[in-house]
């Protein structure tokens, strides 16, 4: 797929479709060879152009005329890639005439932050940020975030910048080599950030120097973060094996916490000492614990499969409001900024895949900040008593209650089967919802969610289900919580029987759950 970069100044270029390399309000691809059914389509001619047509969208939205320097922040995580798409990008914006900053090995929210930090000496605040990177997904991916004091891009703004790319790159077939006009700057700025975030949890135990000290924390950054290919587990804090891992490291090593990160610290969780993780629900509930005492009454946002539990937490036990909205962390970080300039004060956004954005950290969808909260909270407890551990924080999601059962089931939609009829899987995956949303109302047992964002959404048999679209692939997720196997059963049943008819939906997961 690679165009060829001979050392005549024509390149001769393959058609690169970048439209598909959007994915919601990021891009990703694959940037390294030798996975099956995974051809490279993120090459460094690619990149390049992506980062001059983020650089002239960056003009057009500050409506800076074409003469005006920007100052673009690029930062990577530790995938094997990184480098040569650093450079790709460092050439493509400095052939436009804008300057770099170059971060290295750095997190997304860090990117984000540059984008915000006054500090003249490190050349901060930059205009915009990229960070390269493709989260918590396998070593041979990666792709880009963008980032302006506004936050980050939105879909839009993504279809935007990769339309403006693919013209640079036909554009560039024919220019040859560009002159590099741009200044490019080194800057330590993680040590800038990780200061901050260190100043934060000193400030909660009265500015004592050392307030964890004595404290054992087991810390997973993604994974081996500094080998780039994930050898042990998928570096995501929603994947069993991750937790489980992190789980044993805690246990083995009789540590008081464990965290663990994905790859860009944009999403997190932890375990307690004896071993209970604080992921998904748990980790909303601890959250709201925290940010509802210091905000009585405060509207949690939260994506749409959280449990019932969790809502009956946050609002009976901590008194606040629980707003179950759609999954995908920009979708939650907005409708909470929304609720906010509609007068319903909201402080926490929440997904249970280990994104979370505070109010007081200018919404920054931040894993790390997550965990700064927690160390707070240990810090501040251990001004009062020096030898208290992690039971801090366990007592905290005291009184939520929890599903026996808790399943995840992926069908996946056959893009290419006759029934899509030449139509797109999303209109055939909203045919199906609308069909279950149908069966189910004639179905005395189960009765849908009164007030819903996305997706179908039943209660019934003492539990619920949720099936939705995914937010990018051919995928209709199920969740199921319910008090026992039977009873998940019988839920899943009623979701398999409404789907039958639909032969493009692959239910062989759901089949196997179901006769297990
Ligand atoms: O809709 P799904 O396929 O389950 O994916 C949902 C997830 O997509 C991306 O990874 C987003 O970054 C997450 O915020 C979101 O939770």
Redesign the pocket.
Known sequence: MAATQGASDVLSIDKVDFLKLQN?SDIRGVAIAGVEGEPVNLTELVAEAIATAFAAWLLNKKKADGLRRLRISVGHDSRISAHKLQNAITHGITAAGHDVLQFGLASTPAMFNSTLTEDAINHCPADGGIMITA?HLPYNRNGFKFFTSDGGLNKTDIKDILERASKVYEESAHCGKQEQTGVVTHVDYMSIYASDLVQAVRKSAGNKEKPLEGLHIVVDAGNGAGLGLFPNHIPNPEDKAAMEAITQAVLNNKADLGIIFDTDVDRSAAVDSSGRELNRNRLIALMSAIVLEEHPGTTVVT?SVTSDGLTAFIEKKLGGKHHRFK???KNVIDEAIRLNSTGEESHLAM?T?G?GALKENHWLDDGAYTMVKLLNKLAGARTLNPNIGSKVLTDLVEGLEEAAVTVEIRLKIDQNHADLKGGSFRDYGESILKHLESVISKDPNLNKAPKNHEGVRVSGYGGWFMLRL????P?L?LNIEAQSKNDAMKLGLAVLAAASEFSALDTTALNKFLQQ
Do not use: A, Q, T
Not at 470 to 473: C, E, N, P, Q
């Open positions: 919601g989260s994506d999954r995908g962390y997904e895949s994104h995914s937010l990018h692939d995928v997720p």
